[in-house]
T-cell receptor, first 113, second 110 residues
């Protein structure tokens, strides 16, 4: 199994450009998440989804959008990129309930210049 | 506010030393995750525990629910253990949203 796959691994955007970070998982997990990791800070939840067709905001959703049309895919869209969105982004998935672990993608390092 | 704090922020030790990383949280939780972030950036889950103790190889995680505290121990540390170790609190089973600590950067010197 591939687990959680994120693309791209690195990207440089100019201010005002838009892009989509792709995330796909092959474990049939209902729950998927997008986090951002800033230097010296803990991961912050951007958006999450509890199943296909259902998404909800996390702690830091402004400037981002998501969709969940299938169980496997959970893309994160950045519209009008800003320098404040320079960060490392992680997608994760899990099965809800006791005793389950979270699986993370390899991360996307995004720089907005 | 639900908060998670880790200590120390940075830890350097000699190969073979016993390592302890601490995590405390502000209110009651359903479970606590310990994660390892490799120098290349990838994150892997080490443990999830709700009570007591779990062991995997040279790694041991403990949690004291009453004291709102968890520890991650590494026995016979090795340079390949060098990584950032992150604890994350799960406040409620069902919504699965985690609050993360800022991480402990561990460096093991040969």
């Amino acid at each position: 199994n591939a687990g959680v796959t994120q693309t791209p691994k690195f990207r440089i955007l100019k201010i005002g450009q838009s892009m989509t970070l792709q995330c796909t998982q092959d474990m049939n997990h209902n729950y998927m998440y997008w986090y951002r990791q800033d230097p010296g800070m803990g991961l912050k939840l951007i958006y999450y989804s509890v199943g296909a067709g259902i998404t909800d905001k996390g702690e830091v959703p402004n400037g981002y959008n998501v969709s969940r049309s299938t169980t496997e895919d959970f893309p994160l869209r950045l519209e009008l990129a800003a320098p404040s969105q320079t960060s490392v982004y992680f997608c994760a998935s899990s099965i809800p309930g006791q005793g389950t672990e979270a699986f993370f993608g390899q991360g996307t390092r995004l720089t907005v210049v | 506010k639900n908060e998670v704090e880790q200590s120390p922020q940075n830890l350097t030790a000699q190969e073979g030393e016993f390592i302890t990383i601490n995590c405390s949280y502000s209110v009651g939780i359903s479970a606590l995750h310990w994660l390892q972030q490799h120098p290349g950036g990838g994150i892997v889950s080490l443990f999830m525990l709700s009570s007591g103790k779990k062991k995997h190889g040279r790694l041991i995680a403990t949690i004291n629910i009453q004291e709102k505290h968890s520890s991650l121990h590494i026995t016979a540390s090795h340079p390949r253990d060098s990584a950032v170790y992150i604890c994350a609190a799960l406040w409620n089973f069902g919504n699965e949203k985690l609050t993360f600590g800022t991480g402990t950067r561990l460096t093991i010197i040969p």
